[in-house]
């Protein structure tokens, strides 16, 4: 579902209102905390957050294309495709929208498991990472490995979330990852260089 509203600018950006309107709403509700300070290791965790998820997506980029081959290259195309609908505005539309998802999954969901639901922090950031990748399923039958993907990321946006004790952290951090993401996906359909 996520994936597939980053492709139309007006209901992206609806549902990032509905998101942070739904956070917020729930944060002071339920009573969480949400650090937005910029404090002196900020830069430095998200370095290191950029290094961990790009390290990550180049890893199981190069794993999959290596153990699965064609079947993982036309998989991959399949999903570039499926994002050639995003231009420009699209595209900035979608990683404001990822950032919204913070404020949501790990500023809501896993920051509530973790106080109120008494979760460890792993079983949190397990918990919060599924239901993340739930809602990245492409209902197209080769794209839904992806979902599997989106699973990691949230596994890995939640321990950078618990890891640094920063929700700003996590929100520039997947704002700029989904930004850099599916511009990667429009250059290699204008360079015609899809694997």
């Not at 999959?64 to 995003?86: D, I, K, W």
């Not at 929100?171 to 990667?184: E, K, M, N, R, S």
Request: proline fraction near 3%.
């Amino acid at each position: 579902m996520l994936f597939a509203v980053k492709n139309r600018l007006l209901p992206t950006l609806l549902l990032l209102l509905v998101f942070i309107a739904g956070a917020v709403t729930a944060r002071s509700t339920l009573g969480l905390e949400w650090n937005w300070q910029v404090q002196s290791g900020f830069v430095t965790d998200l370095l290191l957050g950029a290094l961990v998820m790009g390290s990550s997506d180049g890893l199981l980029h190069g794993l999959l294309l290596v153990t699965l081959g064609e079947s993982y290259r036309r998989c991959y195309r399949a999903l570039v495709e499926f994002f050639r609908p995003q231009h420009l505005p699209q595209i900035i539309a979608g990683g404001l929208l990822a950032g919204g998802e913070e404020l949501l999954f790990r500023g809501t969901l896993l920051e509530w498991l973790r106080t109120a639901g008494g979760l460890s922090p792993a079983a949190a950031i397990a918990l919060t990472a599924v239901v993340f990748g739930l809602l990245h399923l492409i209902p197209r039958q080769r794209l839904w490995p992806f979902a599997i993907w989106a699973v990691w990321e949230g596994t890995l946006l939640g321990t950078i979330y618990v890891w640094s004790g920063s929700l700003l952290v996590v929100v520039v951090l997947h704002t700029l990852h989904d930004i850099g993401g599916f511009a990667v996906f429009a250059v290699q359909r204008r360079a015609g260089a899809l694997l």
